[in-house]
DNA sequence: CTGATTTGACCGAA
DNA sequence: TTCGGTCAAATCAG
């Protein structure tokens, strides 16, 4: 059940993270309808994710198959996969002191940690990460750089990603992250239900899309359906730099309208993200 | 100065 | 050996 509730959350985020950005950059009539959607998307994902916390079931079905779960319409970012990656525990990390003056080395192995892989139009998760790498990937056009958490030495997070650019579509991000943030992400509080009655009806009213929940919509084929709004605007931003476009920055060109408008999709990205973190460690 | 990025060397696994 | 992930010195950015 973990991963289902894991699952489920990641796909709330997704859902979240394609909302903001249609906030910030809205597109006429059709923006509405795709806002609307995502918001029952979203809505779906938290009452869902509820539901399985609440209900009693033991299933503690550790084993199951590491699904492939691709997320509906707007294919700005999809879930792929999750997988538990399990590898060696083999403690053996030779230190090979530095005799040799070019003498390097010493690093972990990756231990067991869940991973899981979201495509995506920007690299931007809103969560501070540094760069440590990057390769050239057999058969692959385009490098894959790899990005750990800025707190791994303040904080001991383990969370690292690896972004490499879509053969298919160069304008999208393959994001595999690795590991859930154990750090505190001290940018924002994340006191995000203050206002409850808001959610309890939120949710009140979001019952009946739980019983009938949109499947219809969760297709096969990402690439197929590419007329989202939402990709419409592959500015220039996420084309050579794609870190340095903090939300901060963009938030700070916007009108006060629109800064109301984004800031809740936003608080729902850090709440699912929060929600992430917990059961990352927890199960 | 501090902190982030670049980039080739190093390392383990296959 | 090759390949992909990591380290860390050099470099860049503020």
Redesign the pocket.
């Known amino acids: 059940m973990n991963k289902r509730v894991i699952t489920e959350l990641l796909l709330g985020l997704d859902h979240a993270t394609q909302l903001k950005f249609l906030l910030q950059n809205p597109v006429g009539p059709d923006g509405s309808v795709a806002a609307k959607e995502l918001v029952t998307n979203v809505q779906r994902s938290f009452a869902q994710t509820l539901s399985m916390l609440t209900s009693s079931q033991p299933a503690r079905g550790e084993d199951e198959v590491a699904q492939n779960l691709l997320i509906s319409g707007e294919d700005a970012s999809q879930v792929a996969s999750i997988d538990p990656r399990s590898?060696?525990s083999?403690e053996?990390?030779?230190r090979?002191l530095?005799l040799?003056k070019?003498?390097?080395?010493?690093?972990?192995?990756?231990k067991t940690e869940q991973t899981w892989t979201i495509v995506s139009h920007t690299v931007d998760d809103n969560r501070?990460?540094?760069?440590?790498?990057?390769?050239?990937?057999?058969?692959?056009q385009f490098p894959?750089?790899?990005?750990?958490c800025?707190r791994k030495y303040e904080q001991g997070c383990k969370a690292?990603k690896?972004v490499q650019r879509l053969e298919e579509n160069p304008d999208m991000y393959n994001i595999t992250y690795?590991g859930f943030h154990t750090c505190k992400d001290s940018l924002k509080a994340p006191q995000m239900v203050t206002c409850s009655e808001t959610w309890d009806s939120f949710l009140e009213n979001s019952h009946e899309d739980l019983n009938v929940p949109n499947e219809e919509q969760q297709h096969e084929c990402p690439p197929m359906r590419s007329q989202s709004p939402i990709v419409k605007q592959e500015c220039l931003n996420d084309e050579t730099?794609p870190?340095?476009l903090t939300d901060a920055n963009l938030w700070s060109d916007l009108k006060d309208f629109e800064l109301s408008n984004d800031k809740p999709a936003l608080k729902i990205s850090d709440a699912f993200m929060n929600l992430l973190s917990e059961f990352g460690h927890e199960f």
Do not use: M
Not at 144 to 148: A, D, G, P, V
């Open positions: 590898e060696d083999t053996s990390r030779k090979s530095p040799a070019d003498r390097r080395g010493s690093y972990k192995r990756r501070a990460w540094r760069k440590y790498g990057q390769k050239d990937i057999l058969n692959s894959r750089s790899y990005f750990r800025t690292t690896q690795i730099d870190s340095d």
